[in-house]
């Protein structure tokens, strides 16, 4: 038995989606939002970090996508993100984006 069922969107037609690159961002961000709270980089950690062949995360060169990533981690690790979502409006992300993104990332 087939059931079919029709998927209307409740987003605002004007909201643009998210490109394939920032939805690429997104999943990184996630991916890495919970190692880049608790580790901090003393002399210590950087040389057991060198011994076992990991390295710190890297800004991305985009300061628009960065600030992305940084968003998505703050919300992960549930931080304060107001002043990102501010930095975010102001790169050109919708409102509908930025809270699309951030119940994903809860």
Do not use: Y
């Amino acid at each position: 038995m087939t059931l079919h069922v029709q998927i209307r969107s409740a987003a605002d037609p004007s909201t643009p989606p998210l490109s394939a690159l920032e939805w690429k961002v997104v999943t990184l961000a996630m991916r890495e939002a919970g190692r880049t709270a608790t580790r901090r980089r003393g002399w210590l950690r950087r040389m057991i970090d060198g011994g076992a062949g990991t390295r710190p995360n890297l800004p991305l060169a985009d300061p628009r996508l960065e600030t992305l990533r940084r968003f998505v981690c703050r919300v992960r690790d549930r931080a304060d993100a107001s002043e990102l979502k501010h930095r975010l409006l102001e790169f050109g992300f919708h409102p509908n984006q930025i809270s699309a993104v951030a119940m994903i990332a809860r």
